[in-house]
């Protein structure tokens, strides 16, 4: 929720998307986002020689 609120004001074009790395997802954390952004589902990752966990969230802040 914080990357949101700090960060949806330097997406300015029409569409345009936050992306965020993650680690391990907690649906709580997602549903914060909700008064700033619309988050996607979180797509699993596979980063090389990385064991652990990485998700990509794409973020669409609302128009203000």
């Known amino acids: 929720a914080d990357f949101c609120a700090a ?5 300015l074009a029409e569409g ?3 992306a965020a790395m993650k680690g391990a997802m907690a ?3 997602l ?7 619309n988050c996607s589902t979180p797509i699993r ?3 090389p020689l990385l ?11 609302h128009q203000v």
């Open 7 to 11: 960060a949806g004001h330097l997406v």
């Open 16 to 18: 345009g998307v936050l």
């Open 27 to 29: 649906e709580r954390e």
């Open 31 to 37: 549903k914060e986002t909700a008064p700033h952004c």
């Open 45 to 47: 990752l596979q980063v």
């Open 51 to 61: 064991n652990a966990e990485r998700y990509l969230v794409l973020c669409r802040p």
